[in-house]
């Protein structure tokens, strides 16, 4: 092996122990690490899934309720409630 290969080889051994020492494989040795990351992910998820559309019902609900002061788009959903009421 000439000089050129074993720096190579060397440089590649270098990479694989750092890459080995990341915190990532660190975290990911024991199943319950695994699992434990999974269900905190999943219930952080499920939170911000739920706080998100919450708020944007919430806006959409307060956008929606200023059309009636918009003069062509106000007569339109005017005429809509009305017929929605017709029909309960």
Do not use: C
């Amino acid at each position: 092996m000439d000089n050129r290969q074993r720096r190579s080889v060397n440089r590649l051994e270098s990479a694989v122990r750092k890459l080995s020492e990341h915190y990532f494989f660190r975290m990911n040795e024991s199943v319950w690490t695994i699992i434990w990351f999974s269900l905190l992910r999943g219930l952080a998820f499920g939170l911000g899934t739920v706080l998100g559309a919450t708020i944007m019902v919430y806006v959409l609900v307060l956008l929606l309720s200023q059309i009636e002061f918009i003069p062509i788009i106000g007569e339109w959903a005017a005429r809509i409630i009305e017929q929605i009421q017709k029909t309960e």
